[in-house]
C-alpha cells in the first residue's frame, strides 16, 4: 500500500465522515445513491482500515489437492507434448499451473484449460 501524506489521510478521513452522514441519512439506499456505499469502502481501503479476509484451513487443503491434481496432469501432458515452435521439451512454469515454458527457445504454452 502506498504510504499517504498528512494531508491526504486528512482529506480522505473528511471525505469519510462526509460519506457517512450521508449513509446515516439513508442517501445510499435510494435508486441513485450507489456511489455512495462505493465511495465509503474505495476510502476505507485507501485508508487501510477494511479487514483482511481469512482464508480457512478447508480451503487450504481445497487448493493443494487441486494442485497435486493439475500437477501430474501437467507431467503427463508435458511428456507428451512437444514445444511448437522447435520441438524442445517442455517444462511446468510452476506448482500448480496450467503452463508450459520451454527449455530451449522460452516459448510459453497453456496445455490444460
Known amino acids: 500500500m502506498n ?3 498528512e494531508e491526504a489521510k486528512g482529506r480522505l ?3 469519510l465522515v462526509k460519506l457517512g452522514d450521508m449513509m446515516g441519512d439513508g442517501l445510499h439506499l435510494e435508486s ?3 456511489w455512495i456505499s462505493r ?3 474505495k476510502i476505507l481501503k485507501a485508508l487501510g482500515m477494511l479487514p483482511k479476509k481469512k482464508i480457512s484451513p478447508e480451503e487450504m487443503a481445497k487448493r493443494k489437492s487441486k494442485s497435486e491434481a ?3 496432469r501437467m507431467q503427463e501432458r508435458i ?5 511448437g515452435k522447435c520441438n524442445g521439451a ?3 512454469t510452476r506448482i500448480g499451473s496450467k503452463r508450459a515454458i520451454c527449455e530451449s527457445c522460452g516459448g510459453k504454452w497453456q496445455l490444460l484449460r
Open 90 to 92: 517442455l517444462k511446468q
Open 39 to 41: 465511495e465509503y469502502k
Open 70 to 72: 493439475i500437477n501430474k
Open 79 to 83: 511428456s507428451q507434448t512437444p514445444c
Open 13 to 15: 478521513h473528511k471525505d
Open 32 to 34: 441513485d445513491g450507489k
Open 3 to 5: 504510504k499517504l501524506s
